[in-house]
């Protein structure tokens, strides 16, 4: 899990929505899609800015988790006497310095609500409010990291390294290798999640500054592999309309986990018995890796 | 259609962003609050609006709108048009009103759209 935090200061509105910019580039690093983005931007800048209308002080925290973007913010103001009215579209309370410049409507909670898959929100008059809003990422982040793209924008300087192997562990993709020089990481496998990042106490690893913000881009033949379930659980007039808006992200081919394991076990099957693989086969615990650990 | 192009046809002040040459919007949409903007924006959406503040330039930078309108020949101040520069967000400046404003542009889209198609 990815953890990020930014301050926000109430009152401020030259810095107002600073922490959602930063926010997003970080996101956008990490490869979250356009459509969770979107989503994401809007709850985080309605939440940000209703602090700075609001309150004294704020924290926005975001934790990525597989497969969702958790948003909470938090801040040290009035409270709200009466949660179910300022959910309500149009009500508001907000200054007439913020009315001016075109806050105020009354639809900065309605508008986090509607862009979160959940929301929750927790309030004390006098002591401050917390706004819960998760965002499911759907396949954007994980087909990222599943497709194994090549993303180059992660360094590190492998004489800083001391070989305490968190880095390794962190990594979701194996994309960490750690010599008797330092860190190694291999592009082919890095999704830029930065997950090593906030393993790594000695500062190992850096963007390089060229790439930053550079967002992985899908290889032409890219297939996404997808279960039962995420298909049925999306009612759009049938299994067709679904499987060709999937395909018109880029991919060439949609194919259901459970046919796709058949193949492959096909294949496998095919490779031992004639004694020759196409390609290698790793193991789930590469023994160079357990070796050098 | 590009932003330079459709400031000329509605007679608009002009200004660029300093990364893109020619940003282009597909769509427009209309408010005068920011929530209104923000939930509506995308890449492909123009922003046409009567408010006048540093804010604009967040949600378009967030919502990677490729520029902002401003209505009844206001003068955007030099700190909106320096963020607008730096963040790639083109600023228009209509001598029309809101609504007047919107239908122009709207109309000049459709019209481009039907051109293509």
Known sequence: MITLSYRISGGDFDTGGLATRQLKEQLARIGVGAAAMRRAMIAS????????????TGTLWARLDSGKLDLEIADEGPGI???ALALREGWSTASDKARAMGFGAG??????RRNSDLFDI???????????????????VSAAADLAVGFEAVTATQERCRKCMRCIFACPTGAVRVHAAGPDIRTGLCVGCTACFGECRSGVYGIRETAAGALPTPPEEAVLVITRGFLSSISLGGADRVLAALRSFGFSEVRLLEEWTEALRAEARAAAVSGSAPMPLIPPTCPAVVELV | MNLSELSRKINARFYPSAGQCCPEAREVHAADTMSSLIANASRDTLLVTSLNNNQLIRVAELMDAPGLCLVGGVQPSAELVARARETGAAIMVSPFGLEETRRLLVEYLAAEAAGRA
């Open chain 1, 122 to 140: 927790e309030t004390r008059v006098g002591r401050g409010t917390r706004i819960r809003s998760t965002i499911l990422l759907g396949t954007a």
């Open chain 1, 81 to 83: 006497p009466n949660v």
């Open chain 1, 45 to 56: 800048y309605e939440a940000e800015m209703n602090v700075v209308i609001h309150a004294r």
């Open chain 1, 107 to 112: 639809m900065g909670l309605p508008n986090i």
